[in-house]
């Protein structure tokens, strides 16, 4: 008899087998047990994770002799032939070559006919995301209301090009990326009691290698044995899969925390000497900074679950010498780095600029520690910092860049002065009139403030609204000041200046005087950051911007 690889020896027969997808089984067993059985399926996942596996369980499920039932016999005629490939009642189509509308048109054709055998017809289509859209409109009518003993499988590798259409016919499972310990436990079950002998760092690498999918690991496992006999060494592993040594990872990281650019550089050549792949070596080097990442960002050891207690401990070790926004910044440049290999032909080029530039990176500090540092720093010579003197009054500011006081403040100040004889409001509606009768949008903009009073010489006004800063620029204009200057002579007997305030707080609702109240301790801080010298200096070397 031919030999039967592992991973076709080892394929579960039963849903209690299948590894690593117990939200799948548990639902179908469920389903089946209940009566509650859909007529169309779609198992969705990256690829050996046990999609057309667990499509031909469920087969077996439904047709068996004793069922349908939560788990198959597998003793049966129709379990075997199920197994087997020989079922009349249970076809396996695959999607990539069977694509077209004439396959789907036979395929309509068939469902019509009743099972041989068993209770239902099961067509398994494999890749489904590959036929046509052609094919889809063809199958839509027969995947909506098929015959009573018609059910359907898709299973896909890339559920997001399958049809919406498709889609909302079926109950959808998506299958899971297999975590690396579940990958190595059944690993070590499969090498239980038999002859062939691996230690845990080995099953360890094969399941990184195998990126969550169970059939590539065991395939791996099946290479390996025929390479390394009875008995596999992680050294094993790294010479025939081409994999990198993670002392080299290891090293690389501690080259780059001594800033030793000459170190990495001569490492990458003898990271090419040795034959491997670079780009490998580049999304190596990611995945060890990741795991570093887990660890100095408090996220638990999820990516060192399988790894052995000596290589776990050497993590953590290196981990605790890295601040989390280090390593952020580390792995965005090796993204960058690592997505520009794949389009250039200077790979090597790349990733030794990108190694250089970790190198000159400085260690990431908050802008709190700065600002603490600055304002908490020794002078001169280890001298104290002399006690900041009281900052002086600041001469008065254009009134539209400047914070605005709230009103009731512009209101007292307003107050003290002395206005001009007679009603103020009769006063301040004839300045309305005559302003309009010369500049009607000037008088407009004017008619939109609300009147504070008259202070040292001017007209204080406060705004409030949207149209607040238009109004406010048109009357600060030069020609607009002079007019109303005229106009107020005219009618009031004096030459009065306009002084403009915003109102923040007017207007906004509820909270919007506490919203002003930290909008002018914004403006305050700002000014005091402003005022510091050496923050000011700070700010010029890195061309900086306080915001």
């Known amino acids: 008899m031919s030999y039967l690889v592992l991973a076709r020896k080892w394929r579960p027969q039963t849903f209690e087998e299948v ?3 117990e939200h ?45 039932a939560e788990e198959p016999c597998n003793q049966c005629a129709s379990c075997h032939e199920i197994t087997g490939s020989r079922s009349l009642d249970v076809a396996e189509i695959d999607g990539a070559s069977n694509r077209g509308i004439d396959e789907i048109r036979d395929l309509r054709e068939n469902v019509k006919y009743t099972p041989t055998q068993g209770k239902y017809k099961v067509y398994i289509i494999d890749e489904v995301h590959m036929l046509t859209k052609e094919a889809f409109n063809a199958l839509l009518k027969t995947l909506e209301e098929p015959p009573a003993h018609v059910i359907f499988i898709f299973a896909t590798t890339e559920a997001g090009k399958v049809p919406m259409t498709i889609l909302s016919r079926c109950q959808r499972f998506d299958f899971r990326r ?10 070590t079950k499969m090498l239980e009691g038999g002859p062939i002998r691996a230690d845990q760092e080995c099953l360890y690498l094969v399941s990184q290698k195998a990126d969550g999918s ?21 050294q094993d592993v790294r010479q025939v899969l081409g994999l990198v040594d993670e002392a080299l990872f290891f090293r690389a990281v501690e080259l780059v925390r001594a800033r030793d650019r000459a170190g ?17 070596y580049a999304l190596g080097l990611l995945a060890h900074l990741r795991k570093l990442l887990f660890i100095s960002a408090g996220a638990g050891e999820g990516p060192l679950a399988a790894a052995p207690a000596e290589g776990r401990q050497r993590y953590l070790d290196q981990a605790a010498g890295f601040d989390d926004r280090d390593l952020l910044r580390m792995i965005r440049i090796l993204v960058e780095a690592e997505s520009a290999m794949k389009r250039s032909s200077q790979g090597r080029l790349i990733l030794e600029v990108a190694c250089v530039r970790l190198c000159s990176l400085d260690s990431t500090v908050s802008i709190e520690e700065l600002l603490r540092q600055l304002g908490g720093g020794e002078g001169p010579e280890g001298q104290p910092p002399k006690p900041r003197s009281q900052p002086r009054p600041q001469p008065e500011a254009p009134t539209r860049t ?17 206005p001009p004889a007679g009603d103020f409001q ?3 509606q004839k300045l309305l009139a005559g302003v309009k009768e010369v500049n009607m949008i000037l008088g407009t903009c004017l008619e939109s403030a609300r009147p504070v009073g008259v202070s040292d010489g001017k007209l204080v006004l406060s705004f409030a609204g949207p149209q607040a800063s238009f109004s406010i620029a048109k009357l600060e204009g030069k020609q607009d000041q002079a007019l109303i200057e005229q106009q107020a002579e005219r009618l009031w007997g004096q030459r009065l200046k306009v002084s403009c305030h915003l109102d923040r707080a007017a207007g906004a609702g509820p909270g919007g005087r506490e919203r002003a109240s930290r909008q002018d301790e914004v403006a305050r801080r700002q000014q005091e950051a402003e005022s510091s010298p050496q923050l000011k200096k700070f700010m010029q070397a890195i061309d900086g911007e306080i915001l």
Do not use: M
């Open 264 to 280: 990495i550089l001569t490492l990458i050549d003898e990271v090419s000497a040795g034959g491997y792949d670079l780009q490998e």
């Open 24 to 68: 799948v089984t548990t639902t179908l067993r469920n389903a089946i047990r209940t009566g509650r059985i859909a007529h169309a399926y779609l198992f969705a996942g990256s690829r050996g994770v046990g999609k057309t596996t667990t499509a031909r369980i469920l087969a077996k499920a439904l047709n068996c002799s004793q069922g349908p």
């Open 402 to 418: 400047a914070p605005s006081a709230p009103s009731e403040q512009i209101a007292a100040q307003a107050a003290q002065g002395s």
């Open 214 to 234: 169970l059939r590539d690991s065991i395939s791996l496992l099946d290479q390996l044995i025929s390479y390394g006999g009875d008995r596999i060494t992680a």
């Open 426 to 428: 009769d006063l301040w």
């Open 178 to 187: 297999i975590e690396p310990d579940r990958i190595v436990a059944h690993l």
């Open 19 to 21: 590894v690593g997808q």
